[in-house]
């Protein structure tokens, strides 16, 4: 008993042991106060550290995005030996293709000069519609030759509505491949001097041989479009000529050495571009003014040959004939007269009409190599409808006529009952006037100018063409009666 009581000792609580630590719950407005936030979780800490490397991925490519320049374009070079002999037969090329569509725009903002329509090299010829801001009231239809520029101003066309800053600018459009026969006028210098350094540069990339070597300053450029882009000067018009007033010249140059495009700058015009459509090539129509079409040219057969000799039989023999001439004269000398002309007594009696001064109507009379003139009555003086002189000649008032001009085409007209002087005859082409069909005959003398008799096929001219000191062909036409 004592040694059981001795043995068992009191039992020992146990130790306790406080719960796990864990941290409440707390809302987002409890972290908020006590400036404590939650511990954020393994997979939650990925998901955000994958966010940040995005945001910095986007970030970093934003700023080379800004930053970036592309890579600077191939350096120019000297062009290859194939590159030179493209460019030095570019204008064979485009003599041999006789014709192609052009825009020419030179200028820029509200100088800015749009020529649209077609060049033909072969004759040569151009026939374009005149646009833009910078042409101003020159704006409608041109006809040029490297000598003679003919426009046809549109007085209904509105300036505005290819300017840049116009709502609904209207792009330029070629004009009607049939040229309306009325309205021609030489331009005047203001038009000239702006526009031929323009023609002339469409006219000199055409040439009938190649041209030299281009020179050492020549370079390549770039290619674009199927085309080498080529820097180098442009050739003289014709050899011997003064090389046109071009900086910066660009051509682009196609492997079978034909022009597509080409940029330069010219002194007082600034930049300007030409584009070629080489698939559009029509036949041109020249104006009367500028001789008409050029048709096939040939020797006379034996039939024309004897129509033409029997002519000055056969205007002595009808003897006079009602008369209309139309004549270009100048930039200001727009001339219609209506009269009569008679061979057998060598004289000429007609009233003329400046066309652009319907106060400016006179009488002219030519007889045997001497011209004269007077002033018609200011009550008749109303008009540039056609009016025939007054019958009988007015005997009062007469002067010498300062034309010198009109004088020639009227002893033109008259030399026509002149047995012809030695020369060459050839047949131009056919034609037709009023419905008749004619003959378009030219006779060159060996000493003189060319004379174009359109001629039926009883040997009665129905026209005459003379050409006139401003380079524009003048015209005579002839009514006769029937059974003349």
Known sequence: MESSART????????????????????????????????????????????????????????????????????????TVDEQTRLA????????DLRAGVHLTAGTGAARTDLVGWV????????????GPGAGAHRGLL??????????????????????????????????????????????????????????????????????????????????????????????AQPGAPTPPA?????????????????????????????????????????EALGGQAGTPRPLNAAERHRLAALPTQLRSVGEAPATLTALLGSAAALQGTGWINWSRRSAYLAVDDLDDPHRRTLLRHERGRTTQTRLPATVNTGV???????????????PAPDAGLAALLDGALRAATPAEEGTARRIRSDRLAGTELDVVEVVPAAGEPTRYWLDRSGLPHRLQLPTATGTWAQVDLTFEAGS
């Open 8 to 79: 068992r000792r009191p039992r020992r609580a146990p130790r306790h042991r406080p719960p796990p630590r864990t941290r409440p719950t707390s809302t987002a407005s409890d972290d908020a106060q006590t400036g404590q936030f939650p511990r954020v979780t393994g997979r939650r800490q990925t998901v955000l550290r994958t966010l940040a490397a995005v945001a910095l991925l986007a970030a970093t490519a934003l700023v080379l995005g800004l930053s970036w320049v592309p890579d600077s374009a191939e350096p120019s070079r000297l062009p």
């Open 385 to 399: 409808d056609p009016l025939q002189p007054p019958l009988p000649v007015p005997t009062t008032g007469w002067e």
């Open 120 to 131: 033909d090299w072969s004759r040569p010829l151009l026939y374009l519609d005149l646009g």
């Open 143 to 236: 006809q040029a030759t490297p000598t003679v520029l003919l426009l046809r101003p549109n007085p209904t066309s509105d300036p505005t509505t290819s300017a840049p800053l116009s709502p609904a600018p209207l792009s330029p459009a070629p004009p009607p491949l049939v040229p309306p026969a009325d309205g021609w006028r030489l331009a005047a210098p203001p038009a000239v001097d702006r526009l031929r350094p323009l023609l002339d540069l469409l006219f000199a990339l055409a040439a009938d041989r190649a041209d030299p070597p281009v020179s050492e300053a020549a370079r390549w450029i770039a290619s674009a479009d199927g085309a080498d882009i080529l820097a180098a000067g442009l050739p003289p």
């Open 247 to 287: 900086t910066e010249v660009h051509w682009w140059v196609d492997r079978e050495a034909r022009l597509h495009r080409l940029e330069a700058r010219l002194p007082d015009l600034g930049p300007v571009t030409i584009r070629l459509n080489r698939a559009d090539r029509p036949s041109l129509r020249p104006v």
């Open 89 to 96: 037969a570019v204008r064979v090329t485009n003599y041999r």
